[in-house]
């Protein structure tokens, strides 16, 4: 597609429900990358691919937070046993580049996000 | 660590006021610096990047930004907002060989016509 597609746009979820965040990159984009943004906060990184290989997660806040991407395109950031604390901005981004001085150097696309509401 | 500061949250201007965002950055060595900006109901938008050279730099709508490395700072300038200009402000810094982004907490701008 032309740009980075998440979905859904909004997602209400009750206490201890699970829930599947949906990115689709920009065609040929290597890198893929999620961030959560809070209310009043900028992005925070929690995890990103090269290819379908994840290369950090070290932002992913525990372990009901995981993220794959099987054939290197769509990626799905899961979210299990939800809790209210997990309410934010859920953001992707896509760049060409993977490793090195390429990857510094190259520009990321976001998405719209999706706002996640856990009541 | 690394980390991006933001001075300002909230920064309230009249149409033809000049803006300066500040943005200070924490790591030693080589980064790569941006500029994002978030329009009212739109995505996270590249506004400029720095990556080497000139560290003056321009981007999209009349936007500049310059990089001092001896303050680790990149600010945001421009000489004349417009209405338009509204919007949330991030600025960020990658480092370490990834395209892993640092984001400074935001400043909303807003801008009276």
């Known amino acids: 597609g032309a740009g980075v597609s998440q979905s859904p746009r909004y997602k209400v979820t009750k206490r201890g429900q699970d829930v599947a965040l949906r990115c689709d990159p920009i065609?040929?984009?290597?890198?893929l990358y999620w961030y959560r943004q809070a209310l009043g906060q900028g992005p925070e990184f929690l995890t990103y691919f090269n290819y379908e290989a994840q290369q950090d997660k070290s932002g992913l806040p525990n372990d009901r937070f995981s993220a794959e991407r099987p054939e290197g395109s769509i990626s799905t950031l899961t979210i299990q046993r939800t809790e209210q604390r997990d309410s934010a901005m859920y953001r992707c981004a896509s760049s060409r580049s993977g490793r090195g001085r390429g990857a510094m150097n190259t520009e990321a696309f976001f998405g719209q996000g999706t706002r996640l509401t856990v009541v | 660590a690394q980390s991006v500061s933001q001075h300002n949250h909230h920064v309230i201007l009249s149409e033809a006021a000049s803006l300066e965002l500040g943005c200070n950055y924490s790591y030693g060595g080589t980064v790569n610096l941006f500029w994002y900006v978030q329009y009212p109901g739109q995505h996270l938008q590249l506004l400029l990047k720095y990556f080497s050279g000139d560290p003056l730099v321009k981007g999209i709508k009349g936007f500049e930004a310059e990089f001092i490395k001896s303050k680790f700072s990149f600010n945001l300038r421009k000489p004349s907002v417009q209405w338009s200009d509204t919007a949330e402000y991030f600025c960020?810094?990658?480092?370490?060989?990834?395209?892993?982004?640092?984001f400074g907490q935001g400043t909303t701008l807003q801008v009276k016509p």
């Open positions: 960020a810094v990658n480092a370490g060989n990834t395209g892993k982004l640092i």
């Open positions: 065609s040929g984009h290597v890198s």
